[in-house]
């Protein structure tokens, strides 16, 4: 067999069983190459046919899928000024996981196992393929990296664990004597490259515009909206041949968690609350003379606050932890002019106020079912919600019920996916997780 046709024969298997990413996988512009292995960077798929006869069918179509989920979680577009190996390293543990675990078949066709089951000992299907996969389970090549924990996270959230977990030398030293030199020392990147070695196949590079150079923000937004009509597409056609397993639904939502961080969301969002009222009511001494009285800004700061923190069942510790420690820093470096924190489940707790410079106390005080109304409804019914400028909701994705838009501009950080999809309103965006995620 040729390695075209071998390649043929991959997209064959693909457009029978998993017509989501042939979907997706025909508005690829197939590009054959002389040497490498096999990457995208979200216009065209690269292969090279010297690598591609070297593997069996089986890893071919493993890694074709593997290309697909690079464009479908928008890896092209989200690296940033990470390093692009350590990058392609943390996309790579984030895609390979899923394929494994959409892969998994029993009688039936249904995964045999949870996701949280698979995160806890997935390692051990790798190692006995042959008790879990069925004959038309995809068969990821030996050399790639797996870690069944990082299933379900984002590559931003692997890329951050890994960075901590191989913090170099000279950095630990600067952290605990809080200097070092680290001449002739390795790097933290350089760790990871040693420790998680890159495998030969399955790259994702940059997004490039038509010229060849990195695309302008506007760019990206319109690569971004071609990008969420393709993928919509593809599922409504998955669907349709009832092929829309929980896999690929479960990638899908990863799709609809951007990779922004919230701090970055927060600051575009207060850009538009920059005070430009001007009052005489209190003039600004540093711009004021003998002759002439200056206006001074009438409101400094973000104004006031609502925060509030899902402290639900389903958040771990360690994510709840990662709530207060950024709540911590909004009080901290943003000063707004009050905090209003409501921790909630199914309820809420009474709600802590936090004026400029308090020490806020973030315990924990819930720990029953997820409700995101209830928070929403709690300010409204005590009249609060007039009183808020800005609204941060801080939740693991763990529910599905709205209420009605507010007034008031609403940005949804979350370690997870969403139940139901995004949110129909407000800006949703990824907290950066570090912690153990398996609850």
Known sequence: MTPLEKFMQSRKFIMRNQCFFAT??????????????????????MWSPSWVDGISVFNTTFVIIHEVLHVVFKHHLRRKNRDPEVWNIACDYVINAYIVYMGLRKRGGQPPMSPDTFKVYG?????????????K?????KDG?????????????????????????????????????????????????????????????????????????DEIREIERKLDQQISTAAEVAKGRGQMGVGMSQAIDANNTPSQDWRDVLSDLLQDQIPT???????????????????SV???????LAIFADASGSVSQPEFSQFM?????????????????????????DPEIIERGDEPELVRR????????APFEFCQNNGMMDDFDTIIVFTDGGADDYVDEPNVPVIWATTGTFWGGPPPWGEVVGVNFEGDRRR
């Open 24 to 45: 997706l996988l025909h508005n690829l512009t197939v590009v054959e190459q002389d040497d490498g292995t096999m990457a995208t960077d979200g216009n065209k798929l």
């Open 325 to 349: 420690s950024d709540i911590q820093d909004i009080t901290d470096e943003l000063l707004p002019e009050s905090v209003t924190l409501v921790q909630f489940d199914h309820d809420c707790s």
């Open 145 to 217: 990296l797996f870690d069944a924990k990082f299933y379900g996270m984002s590559a931003e959230q692997v890329y951050d664990i890994l960075m901590q977990e191989n913090k170099s030398d000279d950095q630990q030293d600067q952290s605990d004597t809080g200097q070092s030199d680290g001449d002739g020392q390795p790097s933290t990147e350089d760790n990871i490259k040693a420790n998680h070695p890159l495998p030969d196949w399955g790259n994702v590079d940059d997004a490039i515009n038509d010229e060849g150079d990195a695309p302008s923000a």
């Open 277 to 295: 009222d001007l009052t005489f009511d209190k003039p600004n001494r540093y711009y004021s003379t003998d002759e002439f009285i200056l206006p």
């Open 366 to 373: 819930r720990s029953g079912g997820t409700c995101f109304k």
């Open 298 to 304: 009438a409101k400094e700061g973000i104004g006031n």
């Open 137 to 141: 389970a995809y068969h990821m090549p």
């Open 123 to 135: 390692d051990n299907i790798i190692r006995e393929p042959s008790a879990w996969l069925s004959d």
